[in-house]
């Protein structure tokens, strides 16, 4: 079993600390894993993408294009950005949330309006599970769970070969104790959206 997944979404999302628990909770469930990032600007609202796979034997980090099991998008017009990874039949996990780029703010024209977005995403994958990413988590009370959301709707995806308890296990250990019944809430919630979407 394995699963080639490409995460992608702007800085400040919490793309990076996401990826990074998908691997420890792999970890914990004795899988080989390697994982590499790529960051557009170092800042706040640049591109990031982070590459993580999960095998018996994994070589190497990076995902060829056009063979990505799995994209986990932050973001709709990122998702769309990294559309070229995923493998004919795969699957799109994106959060709904749409933030115009800069030329769209300016008055640029051309740039692609979010149900354009979600359009092309139905085009290229086999499956596209839509997540209110900023719903759930204003539901839950702190919008910056909206990572541990998407999580959740990714621990869901029948080609996940990870275990759920696995997943709670590494929120659990990488958030303060404080925020663990929430992050385990978001998660949860995540899960059911898939599940029930």
Do not use: W
């Amino acid at each position: 079993m394995k699963l080639d997944l490409v995460f992608s979404g702007i800085g400040g999302q919490g793309v990076v600390v996401l990826s990074d628990i998908f691997c420890e909770a792999a970890l914990l469930d004795g899988f080989d894993v390697a994982k590499a990032e790529v960051h557009g600007m170092a800042q706040r609202g640049g591109s990031i993408v982070a590459y993580a796979r999960i095998g018996d034997k994994v070589e190497a980090p990076l995902i060829e294009r056009g063979k990505a099991d799995v994209i986990l998008g932050f973001e709709m017009l990122e998702t769309a950005r990294v559309l070229p990874m995923l493998k004919k039949g795969g699957t799109v996990v994106v959060n709904t949330k749409y933030i115009p780029p800069n030329c769209a703010v300016q008055g640029s024209v051309g740039f692609k309006k979010p149900e354009d977005l979600l359009g092309i995403m139905r085009e290229k994958a086999l499956k596209v599970h839509e997540v209110d990413g900023e719903g759930i988590a204003t539901k839950l009370g702190n919008v910056l769970v909206v990572n541990t959301v998407l999580l959740g709707a990714l621990s869901a995806l029948p080609e996940n070969p990870v275990k759920p308890d696995s997943y709670k296990k590494a929120v659990a250990a990488r958030f303060k104790a404080k925020y663990v019944d929430l992050n385990l809430k978001a998660f949860q919630s995540g899960r059911e959206n898939v599940v029930l979407g």
